[in-house]
């Protein structure tokens, strides 16, 4: 009889690479916009993008 390992754990997941990357970049842009604030969109959009990748790993 062949016995199978419990699969009460869940799966760990995989790190994306551009996470780190990602971390890194919205951390920067923070640290500047607080010297500079900056309102183009360009960078708001940016923030917006890097918040929302981040997210999917947070939670």
């Given at each position: 009889?062949?016995?199978f390992p419990k699969t009460s754990k869940p799966a760990p997941r995989k790190v994306?690479?551009?996470l780190s990357t990602a971390l890194k970049r919205g951390?920067?842009?923070m640290y500047l916009n607080e010297?500079?604030?900056t309102k183009t969109p360009k960078k708001?959009?940016?923030l917006k993008k890097i918040s929302c990748f981040v997210r999917k790993f947070v939670q």
């Open positions: 009889m062949a016995t994306d690479p551009a951390l920067m842009l010297f500079k604030p708001i959009a940016e």
